[in-house]
C-alpha cells in the first residue's frame, strides 16, 4: 500500500489496568471503505474516538494524512466526517434549517450554506423532505440527513459508527449504496465500524476482525477465507456427466500445476490447489472428452468466518 490515508501504529488504550485496544496496527488506502467488524465490547467506538483526538492513546500513533491525531487533533476533525450511531439535530428545525445552521458554523455566508446545504440534502435523496421538521423524519431519513450533516465540510475521510442501528430493511439498502457511491464517485475513504456481517460484506473492500481489543485478520472476504478455511489453498468442487472414478479424473488432471489433492465424494470431486485452477480444469476435462455438470471454486463468507474468529476467540 503506497499511501494508506490512514495509519495506525501499536495503537494502544489501557482502563483501569486492561488494554481496550490491544497494540492495533491498520493500514487504510485512500478512497476504499474499510470495515470494522466485531461484537460490542471489541474495542471498534475506542478506536474511533483516538482516530478522532477525543481520547490519548496509551501508547502508539495514529496519523490521518500525515497528521497526527493526539497532536493536532483541531486539524484531523477539519478532514474528517464522523456519524455515530445516534445523531443529534433541533428537531423543530427542517432538515434545510439544521444543514444551514452547520454549514454557517464551518464559515459559510447565509447564501452560500443555503446553496451547499440543498446540494447534499440532493446528494443524499433527502431534496423532497428539505421544509420537512426533523423531529418528523424516520430513522433512516435522520441518518442520510447525518452523511449530508458530515459532507458539509468536504471530508476526505469519514468514520461511521454502526450507522444503520435501528433502519428498516429498505432504508438500510439506500443507506448502504450511499456510502458505496461516495466512495467510488467522491473518493472519500470510509471507515465503516459494525458488527452486522451482511453490512460490512455488502460494502467493504477489506475488513478487519476485532476481538478484545485486537485485531485478529484483515483483507477482503476472499484472502480471510483462503487463509482461515484452507490454509492458504484454493477448493474447486465439481462434477462430470459421465461415469468415472477418482483414479481416472487424477490420471486426466496430473499435468495441471499447482494441484495438491484430489477427493471424490460420491459424484462429486473435491480439488485442493495451491493456485486457482478453475479455468485450466475446465478446459482439461472438455478436452480429454469430459462434460461438466457442474463446477465451483468454494469461497466462505463473514458467517463462517463470524463463526470461526468469535465464537472460537
Known amino acids: 500500500m503506497a499511501n494508506p490515508i490512514i495509519e495506525v501504529r501499536d495503537l494502544t488504550k489501557i482502563y483501569d489496568g486492561k ?40 501508547e502508539g500513533t495514529v496519523t490521518i494524512d500525515g497528521i497526527n491525531a493526539t497532536r ?19 428537531d423543530h428545525m427542517t432538515g434545510l434549517e439544521n444543514l444551514i445552521f452547520t454549514s454557517m458554523l464551518n464559515g459559510m455566508s447565509r447564501s ?20 420537512k421538521k426533523v423531529g418528523k423524519y424516520s430513522r433512516g431519513m435522520r441518518q442520510r440527513l447525518g452523511l449530508a450533516d458530515v459532507l458539509v465540510k468536504n471530508p476526505r475521510v469519514i468514520i461511521l459508527d454502526e450507522p444503520t442501528l435501528g433502519i428498516d430493511p429498505s432504508g438500510m439498502y439506500e443507506f448502504l449504496n450511499l456510502i ?18 451482511h453490512q460490512v460484506q455488502q460494502v467493504c473492500d477489506r475488513v478487519a476482525i476485532f476481538v478484545k481489543g485486537k485485531v485478529i485478520a484483515e483483507g477482503n ?37 499447482g494441484i495438491k489433492q484430489i477427493e471424490q465424494n460420491n459424484d462429486f470431486f473435491w480439488i485442493e490447489s495451491e493456485n486457482d485452477v478453475t479455468a485450466n480444469v475446465a478446459r482439461t476435462l472438455f478436452e480429454k472428452g469430459f462434460n461438466l455438470r457442474y463446477l465451483n471454486r468454494k469461497e466462505y463468507g463473514l458467517d463462517e468466518i463470524y463463526q470461526r474468529y468469535f465464537i472460537n476467540a
Do not use: W
Open 19 to 58: 488494554p481496550v485496544v490491544d497494540h492495533l496496527n491498520l493500514l487504510v488506502e485512500e478512497g476504499e471503505v474499510f470495515g470494522l467488524l466485531g461484537p460490542n465490547g471489541a474495542g471498534k467506538s475506542t478506536t474511533i474516538l483516538m482516530l478522532l483526538g477525543l481520547t490519548e492513546p496509551s
Open 112 to 131: 452560500e450554506a443555503e446553496i451547499k446545504s440543498f446540494q447534499l440534502l440532493k446528494k443524499v435523496g433527502l431534496e423532497n423532505e428539505a421544509n
Open 72 to 90: 493536532n487533533p483541531v486539524a484531523v476533525k477539519k478532514i474528517v466526517g464522523y456519524l455515530p450511531e445516534d445523531v443529534g439535530f433541533y
Open 180 to 197: 458505496v457511491q461516495l466512495s467510488r464517485e467522491d473518493k472519500i475513504t470510509v471507515l465503516f465500524s459494525s458488527h452486522h456481517l
Open 221 to 257: 472476504i476472499t484472502q480471510l477465507s483462503r487463509k482461515l478455511f484452507s490454509n492458504g489453498n484454493y477448493q474447486i468442487e465439481f462434477a462430470v456427466v459421465e461415469k468415472t472414478n477418482i483414479d481416472a479424473l487424477r490420471k486426466v488432471l496430473e499435468n495441471i500445476s
